[in-house]
């Protein structure tokens, strides 16, 4: 399987990167380039010290003013706009940004702007933020109501509290009120994109501040469904952990009656690496909406429990009917999960309240 690194930084994209620089740039050194770029420990480097490394260079073989630099670089990147030629690549355009510009914020903004448009500058946007707060925030609010969605996103998702492999916005895991008005520009934008950061920026500041994200899901909900689909998606977090104000304001009641019968799992003495699948009914006793959940219990090295949710179903149940459900699950190790022999336990939860649990003894791999 290729990775991500060798299939976005590799020979292919560096040439074409040296050469569109050399059409721009007649004194760039195509072949120097090259060679600074691939040095022994390239193939070592993970995916974003790639993109610091390009960055690097381009800066080593650019001109050293700045703003010439970056007039460069913009060229480039408006004729992969023209040409639809873009790709995650020119990541290193933004980063260039964010490693040598931070001291020139009026050129950088402009060009952030741009480069989002063909690639993400929502990395390097941040550390504008943290230098810049009440600029950067206003520019995020006009950015919020810009043409094109790659940089209206760019507003919601740059100042994400929690944005995954970037640096994080303490000040605004404190307090996010800065953030509030971009959302609430983006939350009806046209494009899903757009909307999805919107989410997923909601859902960075519930695992902060959960009361703030319930406040304003119980303003919007029932606006339409894409805001009702954008809050459902921001309070993931608080419906996995059963917070009955998320789960009620979705329309699941916390103390339901109904109840999880014939529970059971097969097999249930397995070795790390195999799967079970484990079987149970659902009773209806009054009419009501259920979001039926297993939890997997994993033991972990100490002894102690890590949980892991995963959905079974949303659904109306009608009194008195009943309804059989069925799952597989591999107790297989992961980069981001091991697996440790004992007993693990599966339960089966229904609008946040456990009602029934089994157990999975597993056992070391056969050597």
Same mark, same amino acid.
């Given at each position: 399987?290729?990775?991500?690194?060798?299939?976005?930084?590799?020979?292919?994209?560096?040439?074409?990167?040296?050469?569109?620089?050399?059409?721009?740039?007649?004194?760039?050194?195509?072949? +120097?380039?090259?060679?600074?770029?691939?040095?022994?420990?390239?193939?070592?480097?993970?995916?974003?010290?790639?993109?610091?490394?390009?960055?690097?260079?381009?800066?080593?073989?650019?001109?050293?003013? @700045?703003?010439?630099?970056?007039?460069?670089?913009?060229?480039?990147?408006?004729?992969?706009?023209?040409?639809?030629?873009?790709?995650?690549?020119?990541?290193?355009?933004?980063?260039?940004?964010?490693?040598?510009?931070?001291?020139?914020?009026?050129?950088?903004?402009?060009?952030?702007?741009?480069?989002?448009?063909?690639?993400?500058?929502?990395?390097?946007?941040?550390?504008?933020?943290?230098? @810049?707060?009440?600029?950067?925030?206003?520019?995020?609010?006009?950015?919020?109501?810009?043409?094109?969605?790659?940089?209206?996103?760019?507003?919601?998702?740059?100042?994400? !509290?929690?944005? !995954?492999?970037?640096?994080?916005?303490?000040?605004?895991?404190?307090?996010?009120?800065?953030?509030?008005?971009?959302?609430?520009?983006?939350?009806?934008?046209?494009?899903?994109? *757009?909307?999805?950061?919107?989410?997923?920026?909601?859902?960075?500041?519930?695992?902060?501040?959960?009361?703030?994200?319930?406040?304003?899901?119980?303003?919007?909900? +029932?606006?339409?469904?894409?805001?009702?689909?954008?809050?459902?998606?921001?309070?993931?977090?608080?419906?996995?952990? +059963?917070?009955?104000?998320?789960?009620?304001?979705?329309?699941?009641?916390?103390?339901?009656?109904?109840?999880? *019968?014939?529970?059971? *799992?097969?097999?249930?003495?397995?070795?790390?690496?195999?799967?079970?699948?484990?079987?149970?009914?659902?009773?209806?006793?009054?009419?009501?909406?259920?979001?039926?959940?297993?939890?997997?219990?994993?033991?972990?090295?100490?002894?102690?429990?890590?949980?892991?949710?995963?959905?079974?179903?949303?659904?109306?149940?009608?009194?008195?009917?009943?309804?059989?459900?069925?799952?597989?699950?591999?107790?297989?190790?992961?980069?981001?999960?091991?697996? @440790?022999?004992?007993?693990?336990?599966?339960?089966?939860?229904?609008? +946040?309240?456990?009602?029934?649990?089994?157990?999975?003894?597993?056992?070391?791999?056969?050597?």
């Amino acid at each position: 399987m290729e990775l991500l690194k060798d299939r976005f930084f590799n020979h292919d994209y560096v040439q074409t990167l040296g050469a569109d620089l050399k059409k721009i740039y007649r004194p760039f050194d195509e072949k +120097g380039f090259h060679s600074a770029i691939f040095t022994k420990d390239w193939k070592e480097k993970e995916l974003k010290d790639r993109m610091h490394h390009i960055a690097d260079a381009l800066h080593r073989f650019l001109p050293q003013n @700045y703003e010439e630099a970056i007039n460069i670089l913009s060229r480039i990147i408006e004729q992969r706009i023209k040409t639809k030629n873009v790709g995650f690549g020119d990541m290193s355009f933004p980063d260039f940004v964010e490693r040598y510009g931070m001291d020139h914020p009026d050129i950088s903004i402009r060009s952030l702007e741009l480069f989002t448009q063909a690639c993400s500058s929502e990395f390097a946007v941040r550390p504008f933020i943290i230098k @810049y707060p009440e600029r950067m925030m206003k520019q995020m609010i006009e950015w919020s109501r810009h043409k094109n969605h790659h940089v209206r996103r760019l507003a919601s998702e740059g100042c994400r !509290p929690r944005l !995954p492999w970037a640096i994080a916005l303490p000040e605004f895991k404190k307090d996010p009120s800065p953030i509030l008005p971009i959302l609430k520009n983006l939350k009806n934008d046209e494009s899903e994109y *757009v909307r999805r950061s919107v989410a997923n920026n909601l859902n960075d500041i519930s695992k902060d501040n959960p009361k703030a994200v319930l406040s304003i899901a119980k303003q919007w909900y +029932g606006e339409n469904n894409n805001v009702n689909a954008i809050l459902k998606h921001a309070l993931r977090t608080q419906l996995k952990k +059963g917070n009955a104000e998320a789960l009620k304001i979705f329309g699941f009641g916390s103390k339901t009656s109904a109840k999880i *019968v014939n529970l059971h *799992v097969k097999p249930n003495d397995i070795t790390i690496g195999e799967s079970v699948r484990f079987y149970f009914t659902v009773q209806a006793v009054n009419n009501e909406t259920l979001r039926i959940e297993y939890w997997v219990h994993f033991l972990k090295s100490n002894g102690l429990t890590s949980k892991k949710v995963f959905q079974i179903v949303e659904d109306d149940f009608q009194k008195g009917t009943a309804k059989e459900f069925s799952r597989k699950h591999r107790f297989q190790d992961f980069t981001t999960r091991k697996h @440790y022999p004992g007993k693990h336990v599966i339960s089966i939860v229904v609008n +946040g309240t456990e009602k029934a649990k089994t157990v999975v003894h597993l056992r070391k791999e056969k050597e």
